[in-house]
């Protein structure tokens, strides 16, 4: 059974940083990519980063380009998203989301994690 457990978020002050974490059980081998999306009330869930597997590849939407960095740890089956000079527009709950491809569209994505809320206020 596959399962993604997102941690990590909270209340952070404009300019300021957090790292969220992905971590992951039941993928089988052939999985493709871990991506990370967000979802703001009222709005559509988007697409933030995403990681292949198998090569290490990574991919940033132009919203986040240069801010956030995301980063894997096979050992622990765990994903980072390491999130710098944040804004307030970054406030949304955070899914990380698991692929048999590689993809930045969330309708690609096949299991998800319940979420993280992260609240960027002064």
């Known amino acids: 059974q596959v399962q993604l457990v997102e941690s990590g978020g909270g209340l952070v002050q404009p300019g300021g940083s957090l790292r969220l974490s992905c971590a992951a059980s039941?993928?089988?081998?052939?999985?493709?990519?871990i991506g990370w999306f967000r979802q703001a009330p009222g709005k559509e869930r988007e697409g933030v980063s995403c990681i292949s597997a198998t090569d290490g590849i990574t991919h940033y939407e132009d919203s986040v380009k240069g801010r956030f960095t995301i980063s894997g740890d096979n050992a622990k089956n765990t994903v980072y998203l390491s999130m710098s000079s944040v804004k307030v527009e970054d406030t949304a709950t955070y899914y990380c989301?698991?692929?048999?491809?590689?993809?930045?569209?969330?309708?690609?994505?096949?299991?998800w994690g319940q979420g993280t809320q992260v609240t960027v206020s002064s």
């Open positions: 039941g993928l089988s081998v052939d999985f493709n990519t």
């Open positions: 989301g698991a692929s048999w491809l590689w993809s930045v569209y969330a309708r690609d994505y096949d299991h």
